[in-house]
């Protein structure tokens, strides 16, 4: 998932994904039952049945079930598609794709950009946003840093100015090309697992959104801890769903993504994934954000009227919706103001852990 007021250059027409023949789109993707919560290992109780993909189209009707542990919450797909079928649900999906845009969607956000600088600077949030784009690791010494699911590289880019020396991983093959092309960057396309780093490589692993779409999370953010140096830091960014857009959405929040999302985080249970890797309370930090609201309110509600960004983007250049898109700019606004009386309220929910 990515901001959509972030600048990037614009892609030259032959980076665009190939479409695919609507056999292989709708292809079924194979389930198993997933009954019990991969942190409290509590049974999950049914919140929402037969979901569709509104975003990318993937095929199937889906449950969402959440652990009936109160003090957990965990949220996830309930049966799960099977370990060699996830592959079926990115068919359509397009990694950190801007697609193009209409004159008036470009102009309406150069001058948000312009006009919400004194405002957000007023609220916190536009120092907020500085510590977010670099994912927190803007006030340490520069290292080497390892970010998984790196897509087209607009992060490392990022990092590299601050000094740092960067590699990325990714499963997205056109997504990476970008990063190639662009930046010129380190990136290559493997798993985790199968790049069998040395222990201690890193001084610093990020995940932006990536373990939400993961069947096993906790093994990957051990192998990350693995993999961090003494001293080094791992930083995660996930959907929050015990944020203000999910109270407001439900089924339609943007951070569900059914299916790519095999498991939806909370503030709580960022906290719960620190403590079953077995770190102490003083070498990990939990909070959230509203860095990136406006975006996921924005895309939240157009999935309630049916009307994605990515759904714009098949059919021509994506529009701009005044009322829609200023009503999610006030809601961050909001949540933002917000945080200060319940810290648990942001869209994204970040975890921090420092290796000892
Ligand atoms: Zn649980």
């Known amino acids: ?35 019990h919560c991969i942190l409290c290992g509590k049974p999950g109780i049914l919140l929402f049945k037969n979901l569709e993909d509104h ?23 309930n049966p799960a598609p099977k370990a060699d079928q996830i592959s079926k649900a990115y068919r359509q999906y397009y990694t950190h794709d801007k697609g193009s845009e209409t004159f008036f969607r470009k102009l ?4 948000y950009f312009k006009i919400s600088q004194i405002p957000e600077y007023c609220v916190g949030l536009a120092q907020a946003r500085k510590r977010m784009k670099a994912l927190y690791l803007d006030q340490q010494f520069p290292g080497n840093m390892l970010d998984i699911g790196c897509g087209d590289g607009l992060y490392m880019h990022h990092m590299q100015k601050l000094g740092w020396k960067t590699e990325g991983i990714d499963f997205d093959e056109k997504a990476l090309n970008r990063a190639r092309f662009f930046y010129g960057l380190n990136v290559r396309q493997i798993d985790l697992f199968d790049a069998s780093y040395p222990d ?22 051990s192998e990350c801890l693995r993999i961090l ?4 830091t791992l930083v995660v960014v996930t959907p929050n769903s015990e944020s203000l857009g999910y109270g407001l959405t439900f089924e339609d929040w943007r951070g569900l993504e059914i299916p790519r999302h095999l498991h939806i985080f909370s503030w709580t249970t960022l906290k719960l994934c620190a403590k079953r890797l ?18 996921i309110l924005d895309e939240s509600f157009a999935l309630q009227e049916r009307l994605t960004d990515q759904k714009q983007a098949q059919t021509g250049p994506k529009t701009i919706h005044f009322l829609r898109t200023l009503r999610a700019i006030a809601l961050q606004y909001r949540e933002q103001l917000s945080l200060r009386f319940d810290p648990s309220i942001g869209e994204e929910a970040v975890l921090i852990i420092h290796k000892k």
């Open 1 to 35: 998932m990515n901001p959509p007021l972030t600048s990037q250059p614009e892609l030259p027409l032959n980076f665009h994904s190939d479409s695919n023949s609507s056999e292989s789109i709708n292809a079924v993707i194979s389930t198993t039952p997933s009954p």
């Open 108 to 111: 309406f956000k150069n001058l």
């Open 200 to 221: 201690g490589t890193f001084t610093a692993v990020t995940l932006r959104h990536v373990i939400e779409h993961l069947p096993d999370p906790l093994a990957t953010l």
């Open 278 to 295: 077995g770190i102490p309370p003083e070498q990990y930090q939990v909070f959230t954000t509203a860095t990136g609201a406006d975006y």
């Open 229 to 232: 140096s003494p001293g080094g």
């Open 55 to 77: 975003l990318y189209g993937a095929p199937g009707k889906w449950n969402l079930v959440k652990c009936e542990s109160p003090d957990c919450g965990l949220i996830w797909l």
